[in-house]
């Protein structure tokens, strides 16, 4: 099983004109070698991986190594390549998530790489980081707007009724007693969040690297770090993805609001803004 580093590692520049160079059999091996690696990381992330075992991704993959198989004329394998690449425009057009959307852009960049295509291979897997990053946005905003106190459907009706018809005091014991019980509950719903967006940030690490191994000025290709703070009982109680612009600015996301932060030897600002992340 092949990890991210190893397809990253197998991204070396093309020799040659477009078309010209021979296929390289590494990355061939490592694209078809990461499919438990990506299959272990939707599970991670809660998402159905039956799209990535059949269906138009499952057909990609018997052509790539129909490309990989030994003895096989140029022109068949270029078909070949060139039928996994229609199969996995197919498999992107029928998928919603942003992380499998991910992995089968990064497919189609590696494919037009293999191609010897520089500018579309850019392009997808681009796109690539770009829908890992927003799969990211996606976790973290779901765990930073979980139901609390006065949020839950089932809880709300029966606070209503226990406020009406208790005593200021009691009411104020329980109401703390359910506060302690809902923090529990976020701080589960926030430590699955950093796990399920630490997975996924190692992969687009990996995918920024491939992004810059495809020949992209490093300043073009953003760099991302999570952070996250605690409660007095250990818990996760927040969780950042901050996206580094260069070395005195950087924006920050807390699956609520986005800031900016820009610093110098002085002082350092913060303000609210639109950009993305």
């Not at 061939?28 to 039956?50: C, K, P, S, W």
């Not at 609390?148 to 703390?176: E, H, I, K, V, W």
Request: hydrophobic residues 40%; positive net charge.
């Amino acid at each position: 099983m092949a990890k991210w580093d190893e397809l990253v590692q197998a991204v070396l520049p093309r020799a040659g004109g477009r078309l010209e160079a021979p296929i390289p059999v590494s990355l061939l091996d490592a694209m078809l070698g990461v499919q438990e690696t990506q299959l272990d990381l939707l599970r991670g992330l809660r998402r159905d991986v039956r799209a990535f075992e059949r269906g138009p991704f499952h057909t990609a993959r018997q052509h790539l190594r129909a490309v990989r198989s030994e003895g096989l004329p140029r022109d068949v394998q270029l078909e070949r390549l060139r039928a996994a690449r229609e199969s996995l425009k197919e498999a992107l057009a029928l998928e919603h998530d942003k992380a499998r959307q991910s992995l089968l852009a990064l497919h189609l960049g590696l494919c037009w790489w293999l191609f010897g295509a520089e500018r579309d291979a850019r392009e997808w897997t681009h796109l690539a980081h770009r829908s890992a990053v927003e799969a990211m946005k996606e976790i973290l905003v779901d765990a930073s707007n979980t139901p609390g106190l006065t949020r839950n459907r089932l809880l709300d009706p029966a606070l209503n009724f226990f406020m009406f018809f208790t005593s200021a005091a009691t009411l104020g014991a329980g109401y703390l007693f359910w506060d302690r019980v809902l923090s529990r509950h976020t701080g589960k719903v926030m430590g699955r969040a950093l796990t399920q967006l630490e997975s996924l940030g190692d992969y687009v690490d990996a995918l920024g690297e491939i992004r810059l191994r495809l020949g992209e000025i490093p300043s073009d290709v953003a760099r991302y770090e999570l952070t996250h703070g605690v409660d007095d009982r250990q818990s996760v109680a927040r969780i950042t993805i901050r996206k580094l612009i260069n070395d005195r600015e950087a924006i920050y996301f807390n699956g609520r609001e986005t800031r900016k932060v820009t610093w110098n030897d002085q002082e350092r600002s913060e303000v609210l803004t639109r950009e993305r992340i």
